[in-house]
């Protein structure tokens, strides 16, 4: 009889979409083919999104009138008992404080005390993270970067961590259809620098739109497009380029749909994560895939995913951030050989390696 794998998607949202959401669904889709000698069982909250999986696979609504802190902690443990469950994976760091199954968590990224955004050590998400790292039976984590700061964080816990990279979308690809730039107000035949992701204070999004202002007036047709949701008040995000020649060109488009998200990068000039805390770099992948190049802060898990298929600059610094800009933007040789290393090194990822090695750690821990 074949181990029943239970995999918590009740992180799922109806729109948008976030990378970790991606990272789950595509985690659903791709398993049952990467371990067929297991079964899944993909555990929803009913009214919530429903992954689309393939045979035997089956997705199981587990009902309840309960918010999901209290659906996970009353609903979920009596589905894992009734539908003979033998492991729990939630593929974030949110797992029930008591089950009769060993529980696998994925921890995204540990965000360090005193960096902006940090919540306290009293969060409600510190402590379910807290929880996480005691009680999981193995813990998978996206990158060496966060491997190392959850053992900073819990030193015990080392044995128990497996690194597990991302994939990548197959229709990520450096050739596409033409952006339809007229929904993201981006005019025709202008270069854009692009920023993908949640725009919120930890991911600086500042650095970039200050370096930015600083190159407005040097290249006249510049524009900067921010995608992505904004959590962060929009005066304080164009605070930098107000009154300057930049300010009608910092476009905040809110969060790009899926189907536009390689174009987008496409006709990128290139992408631009300034982030002083990631967990992995999705976008910075799906960018390299496109063959665009790619400028990071330096941060561990931004440098460990790019490589020498980027650029870095010093965190936090907008001159040198404009400066890195400048380089990429003056010599065409760099961008071009920068974007083919992007090519190349994305072609390691795949959301099939991924479940794969998921699968390993189900069978390590049955």
Request: charged share 25%; hydrophobic share 40%.
């Given at each position: 009889m074949s181990a029943v794998i239970g995999l918590d998607l009740s992180c799922l949202e109806a729109t948008p979409e976030t990378g970790v959401e991606r990272y789950a669904r595509r985690l659903a889709e791709h398993l049952p083919e990467a371990a067929p000698h297991m079964q899944f069982l993909i555990l929803t909250r009913p009214g919530r999104p429903v992954p689309v999986v393939s045979e035997p696979a089956r997705v199981v609504p587990v009902p309840s009138i309960l918010p999901r802190l209290g659906w996970r902690e009353t609903a979920l443990p009596r589905a894992l008992k009734r539908l003979g469950i033998s492991l729990l994976h939630a593929p974030v760091a949110a797992i029930p404080l008591r089950a009769a199954v060993p529980r696998i968590a994925t921890v995204h990224?540990?965000?360090?005390?005193?960096?902006?955004?940090?919540?306290?050590?009293?969060s409600r998400n510190r402590l379910r993270l807290f929880h996480a790292v005691r009680a999981a039976k193995r813990i998978i984590v996206p990158s060496s970067a966060t491997r190392a700061s959850l053992i900073e964080l819990e030193p015990r816990c080392e044995p128990r961590i497996r690194v597990i990279h991302h994939g990548v979308d197959p229709d990520f690809r450096p050739k596409g259809i033409a952006l339809k730039r007229s929904r993201y107000s981006i005019p025709d035949g202008v270069p854009y620098l692009l920023w993908v992701g949640?725009?919120?204070?930890?991911?600086?999004?500042?650095?970039l739109i200050r370096a930015f202002a600083s190159l407005?007036?040097?290249?006249?047709?510049?524009?900067?497009?921010?995608?992505?949701?904004?959590?962060?008040?929009?005066?304080?995000?164009?605070?930098?380029?107000?009154?300057?020649?930049?300010?009608?060109?910092?476009?905040?488009?809110?969060?790009?749909?899926?189907?536009?998200?390689?174009?987008?990068?496409?006709?990128?000039?290139?992408?631009?994560?300034?982030?002083?805390?990631?967990g992995f770099g999705l976008p910075a992948l799906e960018a390299m895939a496109c063959g665009r190049p790619?400028?990071?802060?330096?941060?561990?898990?931004?440098k460990d995913l790019v490589g020498d298929a980027g650029l870095s600059?010093?965190?936090?610094?907008?001159?040198?951030?404009?400066?890195?800009?400048?380089?990429?933007?003056?010599?065409?040789?760099?961008?071009?050989?920068?974007?083919?290393?992007?090519?190349?090194?994305?072609?390691?990822?795949?959301w099939g390696a991924c479940a794969r090695a998921h699968a390993d750690v189900y069978d390590e821990l049955l």
């Open positions: 990224d540990v965000p360090a005390w005193g960096e902006p955004g940090f919540e306290g050590r009293l949640t725009v919120r204070q930890r991911k600086d999004p500042l650095v407005a007036e040097t290249y006249g047709d510049l524009h900067c497009v921010v995608c992505g949701d904004a959590r962060m008040d929009e005066a304080t995000l164009r605070a930098p380029v107000a009154g300057t020649p930049a300010e009608g060109r910092l476009l905040l488009t809110g969060y790009a749909a899926r189907e536009d998200l390689p174009d987008l990068y496409r006709e990128a000039a290139c992408l631009v994560l300034p982030s002083r805390i990631e790619v400028i990071t802060s330096q941060d561990p898990a931004l600059f010093r965190t936090g610094d907008a001159t040198d951030l404009a400066e890195t800009i400048t380089t990429l933007l003056e010599d065409d040789g760099q961008a071009e050989a920068l974007a083919a290393c992007a090519r190349a090194r994305a072609a390691g990822y795949s």
